[in-house]
C-alpha cells in the first residue's frame, strides 16, 4: 500500500519560513511524479509545486520565487521550503504522487488535483498578519 505522509506545518507570522516534508513508501520518488496542494477553508485545492522524476520543477505563479520544492531520493522524501510566507498561503498542504509523468506531464500549473491518485493526510499551516 503506497503511503505518503506529511510533517512539518505550523503556525508562522508574516514573512516566515516553513518547511514541510512528506516521507513516501512503497515506491520510490526517483519513478514519481510528486507535487504539493494547498486547499484553504471554502476553496478548491490547488497546485503549488511539482518535481518530476528527473528533478525538473514547476510552480504556480503566487508561490514562486518563495517556495522551493526538492527531493532525496536516498531517503525517499520530498520537501518543500516556504520562505516570506503571507497569510494567504494558510491552508492545509498535501502531498501527491502519479507514477511515471515526466516531463511536461508533471507542470503542476496544469495538472488538477484529480490527476493524482497517491495522497498524504496533509498538514495545516497558518500564517499570521
Known amino acids: 500500500q503506497v503511503q505518503l505522509v506529511e510533517s512539518g506545518g505550523g503556525s508562522v507570522q508574516t514573512g516566515g519560513s516553513l518547511r514541510l516534508s512528506c516521507e513516501a513508501s512503497?515506491?520510490?520518488?526517483?519513478?514519481?511524479?510528486m507535487a504539493w496542494f494547498r486547499q484553504a477553508p471554502g476553496l478548491q485545492r490547488e497546485g503549488v509545486a511539482g518535481i518530476d522524476a528527473y528533478g525538473t520543477t514547476t510552480y504556480a505563479d503566487s508561490v514562486k520565487g518563495r517556495f522551493t520544492t526538492s527531493k532525496d531520493n536516498a531517503e525517499n522524501t520530498l520537501y518543500l521550503q516556504m520562505n516570506s510566507l503571507k497569510p494567504e498561503d494558510t491552508a492545509m498542504y498535501y502531498c501527491a504522487a502519479y507514477f511515471g509523468g515526466a516531463g511536461s506531464w508533471c507542470d503542476v500549473t496544469t495538472r488538477s488535483s484529480a490527476d493524482f491518485p497517491y495522497w498524504g493526510p496533509g498538514t495545516q499551516v497558518t500564517v499570521s498578519s
Open positions: 512503497r515506491f520510490t520518488l526517483s519513478s514519481a511524479c
